[in-house]
């Protein structure tokens, strides 16, 4: 599987799984909610919220990585 194939299954896999949330539960429910003490707490997210991510990062990190001739010159 190629790089834009993977990031597509990542984002669909995230929204879909969002959106079954949002319909058989009316929100979205958070896994993960990490705490240091009561001076620290990153913000809660779930498995969706990590593929979205992860699509949207392997978009950047593909796009970086594209060799100029592709990325506008003209032919």
């Known amino acids: 599987m190629d790089g834009a194939a993977s990031r597509e299954c990542l984002l669909y896999a995230g929204i879909i799984g969002n959106l079954v949330d949002r319909v058989f539960r009316g929100h979205v ?8 003490g009561a001076a620290w707490h990153f913000p809660c ?6 593929c979205i991510t992860a699509a949207a990062a392997l978009l950047v990190v ?12 003209k032919q």
């Open 62 to 73: 593909l796009s970086a990585a594209e060799k100029p001739s592709r990325r506008g010159a």
């Open 29 to 36: 429910v958070d896994l993960f909610d990490f705490h240091w």
């Open 45 to 50: 997210f779930n498995v969706a919220d990590v």
